[in-house]
């Protein structure tokens, strides 16, 4: 018997991890927000203090640095590691679960040479790859 309400966005059980519950933030982003935070990861490497700077950024907070210019970084860096995921990926998780393909997401990233991706740079490609037919239309 299949459940009458949506579970995708379900809390947690209390052995997930906390990884997953980035992802699911993280997933809720839109693309163009996904690219900013990746384009950003390399300066903080901390996802919840990214997704917070690039808010700002979004909402012209005084930064060094602009939204389209956070944007357009993370394309940068998505294309240069988009091959690499491709490679080592095949096609995208097959999970009904968001937290399950989450991790499958991240287990497929541990398997990828990234070069000295750090915690946030993961998570951003992790949410990149996942919704890569968006991220790949905001690309080009």
Do not use: K
């Not at 059980?13 to 935070?37: F, T």
């Not at 060094?64 to 993370?74: P, R």
């Not at 990233?109 to 239309?137: F, K, S």
Request: aromatic fraction near 6%; charged fraction near 20%.
């Amino acid at each position: 018997m299949s459940s009458p309400h949506d579970t995708r966005f379900s809390l947690p059980s209390v052995d997930g991890s906390a990884s997953a519950e980035v992802g699911v933030i993280l997933m809720g982003l839109d693309a163009r927000r996904l690219l900013a935070g990746l384009g950003l990861a390399s300066l903080f490497d901390d996802p919840g203090q990214v997704t917070l700077a690039v808010d700002h950024a979004r909402h012209d907070a005084p930064l060094q640095f602009s939204f389209d210019g956070l944007v357009a970084t993370g394309t940068t860096r998505w294309l240069a590691a988009r091959d690499t995921l491709s490679a080592a990926g095949g096609p995208a998780p097959d999970a009904a679960s968001l937290r399950l393909a989450w991790e499958q997401t991240l287990r497929l990233l541990d398997n990828c040479d990234l070069d000295d991706a750090g915690p946030a740079t993961v998570a951003y490609l992790a949410a990149c790859w996942l919704r890569r037919e968006e991220i790949d239309r905001h690309s080009h």
